[in-house]
Nanobody
């Protein structure tokens, strides 16, 4: 059974940092491209960052220079380090695992950036 379990969300002040984690099970993690998406209230889900099985990372323009995606294949975990957070980063963040068009999603973790 495939499971992606996100953790690390919470309330943070503007300018603060959070690290999200996504632990995977039931997949050959090393072979999957992994990603983080987010969905703010009333908006569509959008791509935040992806990292391929070969560790090539891409980012949405809105988070470049502030967020870093990385993976630990031994722990079957992908991380999203978020720095210099802004109120507009407030959203539910979802972990995604993709291989050959087969997509898996986590349940999401809420990040709220507010003073």
């Amino acid at each position: 059974q495939v499971q992606l379990v996100e953790s690390g969300g919470g309330l943070v002040q503007p300018g603060g940092s959070l690290r999200l984690s996504c632990a995977a099970s039931g997949i050959l993690f090393n072979f999957y491209d992994m990603g983080w998406y987010r969905q703010a209230p009333g908006q569509q889900r959008e791509l935040v960052a992806t990292i391929t099985s070969g560790r090539r990372a891409t980012y949405a323009d809105s988070v470049k220079g502030r967020f870093t995606i990385y993976r630990d294949n031994a722990k079957k975990t992908v991380y999203l380090q978020m720095n210099s957070l802004k109120p507009e980063d407030t959203a539910v963040y979802y972990c995604n695992a993709n291989r050959g068009g087969s997509n898996r999603w986590g349940q999401g973790t809420l990040v709220t950036v507010s003073s």
